[in-house]
């Protein structure tokens, strides 16, 4: 080259980034693509955090399936094994859980008993308490990350019943435990810090309560709790905790970090902005996923022929009574129809629905709304639910389309 | 030998537009008194998206995330804290400040070991003795000897498990590759004579060179010594 002129040396810089992108290797901002977070992962998911990995999944990939693949299933690690950012699994074998607390018989056994107990499957939605929490920011925003949808998705898991193993173990509890509270094999990034575990009620623990060692249908990935994880469906995702080591039974819920403050709303609306001083009187943990229903289509912010326009999603609650009917509107929530209802099989799993709108040129809004069986309906404005961390929204969904 | 001068010119033009991806979420954090802070205090655990993904929160808020924090390890003296938390509340706050040209060049460089007190001191420990299990330790650390080694860790990051005497580390070391060359090399300096005993000084020049050829964390593992 006789002269490098500006133009070429900015079309050649252009193109370097765009080689790199389009390879996949680096994303935008020169974070890891989520393939290099987690091994297996699909590099689409957008990557909030790479050091333990917190991936999201785009709706486009998320509406794609009736059961989420684990290679574009979101996931949110606080702290990560250090042989669990793969989807590989992990085999049970030599995977020592102990039992400890509130039990005649204490003891410590090997994860592959599990394998040879009665099993069950269940499919169920898994959230992330956080999921949504973007669009708490319509009143005040807050910290932590800031998902949009696509913090969740649909699977299966088969292992075996909580009260299976209770009695198969002959734990023989004692009568005042009203907790289990379950710890992982991850470990917390400096010493200080306290290491992650939760609580959840023991009467809802044996009763839906399961140690699951298969997902999808294969065994569990690492990334996603694999060889062993407790799953409490139609609780927040944050509670089916990954890796289990040890498991108490007790009286109260633990006072560790990640039970109080953390994953836990007020029971009372508090204004948006304000300061809240959690006590376990005062407030709820991240338990049972609110009724909740989101637009798989049309997306928000893409444009749509004026006319009839097919507008479908999931809707799902905690699994206590079926969604009863989800309710779709375009003139912000004054008049509404009633769109079709698929039920499934698992009452902890996502019902889908779809009906046609009729829409005219210009900018303009769908909202959809769940109702369940107990009356229970999502808010029309969800920052009536703000809380400081930003957890369980569940507001009407609502996506801006252009209409031509 | 023209086609081939053309052809190193535009690969060295790529490699240009891929140096401003290197550059990654420290560029997301504006300028502005404490913002070295963010970048030595809060890596430790989490990477930067957190705190950018925050950004917008009141001071209120800023202050229970940063009690939370606490809780979770960060250590910090009284004046550190009240540093952190008035960048983090301008900065990243609901009214932050227009946007202003960065003029690194117009700043002093920092010394060495200033900028270890700065970075380094969190995670690898104020006297280069790491944690167990977590951090690895600086000090006698063999990969010092090596002149290239420290200096794309400190550019590129680093992941991957990685033996320092009989103890493994898992963890990943995030890059600042945001530092100019001469405090890079005044860094790696200080490494090198405070922790291993090593005379031999990398210059501006060495660390500009390594900048060309951008690297993964993980190749920059396959590097090590």
Redesign the interface.
């Known amino acids: ?1 006789d002269k ?1 002129n500006r133009r ?2 900015l079309k ?6 765009a ?3 389009a390879s996949g ?8 693509t989520a393939d ?1 977070v987690i091994q297996g992962k699909d590099p689409r998911l957008i ?6 990995g917190v991936l999201e999944t785009p709706l486009e990939l998320l509406r794609e399936h009736q059961r989420t693949p684990k290679e574009i299933l979101f996931i949110r690690n606080n702290q990560v094994l ?1 042989q669990g950012k793969t989807l590989e699994p992990i085999a049970p074998d030599g995977w020592i859980i102990s039992i400890e607390g509130m039990v005649q018989n204490a003891q410590a056994f090997d994860a592959k008993i599990l394998k040879d107990l009665p099993q069950v499957e269940v499919e169920m939605v898994l959230q992330c308490s956080g999921n949504g929490r973007s669009f708490f ?1 319509r009143a ?7 998902w949009k949808h696509g913090g969740m998705g649909n699977v299966v898991f088969k292992g075996v019943p909580f009260k299976v193993l209770v009695e198969h173990l002959k734990l023989n509890l004692y009568p005042g435990a009203k907790y289990v509270t379950v710890n992982g094999k991850d ?8 290491d992650f575990e939760h609580s959840v009620p023991l009467e809802e623990a044996l009763e839906k309560g399961i140690l699951a060692l298969e997902m999808n249908g294969e065994p569990l990935p690492a990334a996603h709790g694999g060889p062993v994880r407790f799953v409490m469906p139609g609780f927040y995702g944050t509670m089916n905790v990954k890796w289990v080591d040890r498991i108490r039974f007790d009286v109260a819920e633990t006072f560790n ?1 990640n039970q109080i ?2 994953y836990r709303v007020p029971n009372h609306p508090i204004q948006p ?1 304000s ?1 809240f001083n959690f006590t376990f009187e005062n407030s709820r943990p991240n338990w049972h996923q609110k009724v909740k229903s989101v637009i798989f289509a049309p997306l928000d912010g893409e444009e749509v022929k004026a006319g009839n326009v097919l507008v479908r999603g999931v809707a799902w609650n905690d699994g206590l009574v079926p969604i009863e009917a989800v309710l779709v509107s375009t003139d912000q929530g004054r008049t509404w129809i009633r769109a079709k209802l698929t039920s499934p099989q698992s009452p902890y799993a996502w019902f889908h629905w779809e009906t046609y709108v009729a829409l005219s040129r210009g900018e303009r809004e769908i909202w959809v709304q769940a109702v369940d069986k107990l009356g229970r309906a999502q808010p029309l404005d969800g920052t009536v639910h703000w809380n ?1 961390r930003g957890y369980e929204w569940n507001g009407v969904d609502i996506v801006k389309v252009k209409v031509v | 030998m023209k086609r081939a001068r053309t052809f190193l010119a535009a690969a060295g033009l790529l490699a240009l537009g891929l140096l401003s991806l290197v550059r990654g979420q420290a560029e997301a954090l504006p300028p502005g008194p404490g913002r070295d802070l963010v970048l030595g205090k809060c890596q430790a655990c989490h990477d930067l998206q957190y705190v950018v993904d925050s950004k917008g929160i009141t001071r209120g808020q800023w202050e229970e995330v940063v009690e939370n924090m606490k809780v979770m390890g960060l250590q910090l003296t009284p004046e550190e804290e009240e540093v952190l938390l008035n960048y983090l509340a301008t900065y990243l706050g609901p009214n932050p400040p227009p946007p202003q040209a960065e003029n690194a060049e117009a700043a002093e460089p920092r010394s060495g070991e200033a900028l270890y007190a700065t970075f380094c001191a969190s995670c690898h420990g104020p006297e280069g003795r790491g944690q167990a299990n977590l951090f690895p330790p600086l000090r006698e650390n063999p990969a010092l000897q090596d002149p290239q080694y420290p200096v794309l860790v400190l550019l590129y990051g680093l992941e991957g498990p990685i033996a320092v005497g009989d103890q493994t580390y898992q963890g990943i070391m995030p890059s600042f590759g945001h530092l100019s060359d001469e405090e890079i090399a005044a860094l790696v300096n200080y490494l090198r004579t405070a922790f291993a005993g090593v005379k031999e000084e990398v210059g501006p020049e060495a660390v500009a060179a390594l900048r060309q050829s951008p690297l993964s964390p993980a190749e920059v593992l396959k590097k090590r010594p």
Do not use: F, I
Not at chain 1, 12 to 17: I, N, R
Not at chain 1, 47 to 52: A, C, D, E, G, L
Not at chain 1, 187 to 194: E, F, K, W
């Open positions: 080259m490098v070429t040396t050649l810089m252009g193109m370097g980034a080689l790199l992108m290797r680096v994303r935008a901002q020169g974070t890891p290099q990557v909030h955090n790479s050091r333990t250090p920011a005040q925003r807050t910290s932590g990350t800031q470990q917390p990034p400096t010493l200080q810090a306290p970090n403050p953390r902005g300061e400081p």
